[in-house]
């Protein structure tokens, strides 16, 4: 069974870094395009950004709102996605998800709140 | 990036009714489009890939049409637990985008 879970979710102030993880399990993750898609509390849903599988290069791309500020990257060796937001505004607060969509593979989210 | 324009952004229908909801996309994307169903507090479900193939275990009751900048999701005859919030997504450009959302609530 094809499965992900998020972690490292949590309270940042503004300005701030926090780095996602996305655990995959039935499947290796760096043979699959991997997404993360975002939904700010009572807001519709934000694709965030994509990294494609290493067989079509690896390569990411991103909402143009988040570019610079987010990096996507995977760790074969933890079969792991990541999402590396810098520079948090408050208007990042959302639940994260990571997502395979062709798979429809969504984990359950992971709850990021930018305050101070 | 590839805009989706979504409508309507909220419904009112009971059990039993036809509905339909839009996507427009600001340039062509082929059929490269999905519509999700998204319940409080859960990650969305694909209901439709490739705009109108229906999901293994989706009632037949939904359906999805369209190609090019038009899309539509029909749901033939609501049912208590159709009511949720729906969402297309395109995956034509490097940059996906979601519609708004549709919030169908029951009258």
């Known amino acids: 069974e094809v499965q992900v879970v998020e972690s490292g979710g949590g309270l940042v102030k503004p300005g701030g870094s926090l780095r996602l993880s996305c655990e995959a399990s039935g499947f290796t993750v760096s043979d699959a395009w991997m997404n993360w898609v975002r939904q700010a509390p009572g807001k519709g849903m934000e694709w965030v950004g994509r990294i494609k599988s290493k067989v079509d290069g690896g390569t990411t791309d991103y909402a143009a709102p988040l570019k610079g500020r987010f990096t996507i990257s995977t760790d074969d060796s933890k079969n792991t996605l990541y999402l590396q937001m810098n520079s948090l505004k408050i208007e990042d607060t959302a639940v994260y998800y990571c997502?395979?969509?062709?798979?429809?593979?969504w984990g359950q989210g992971t709850l990021v709140t930018v305050s101070s | 990036d590839i805009q989706m324009t979504q409508s309507p952004s909220s419904l009112s229908a009971s059990v039993g009714d036809r509905v339909t909801i839009t996507c427009r996309a600001s340039q062509a994307i082929r059929n490269d489009l999905g519509w999700y169903q998204q319940k409080p507090g859960k990650a969305p479900k694909r209901l439709i890939s490739?705009?109108?193939t229906l999901q293994s275990g989706v009632p037949s009751r939904f359906s999805g049409s369209g190609s090019g900048t038009e899309f539509t999701l029909t749901i033939s005859s609501l049912q208590p637990e159709d009511f949720a919030t729906y969402y297309c997504?395109?995956?034509?450009?490097?940059?996906?985008?979601f519609g708004q959302g549709t919030k169908l609530e029951i009258k």
């Open positions: 997504l395109q995956h034509n450009s490097d940059a996906y985008t």
């Open positions: 997502t395979q969509l062709q798979w429809d593979c």
């Open positions: 490739a705009a109108s």
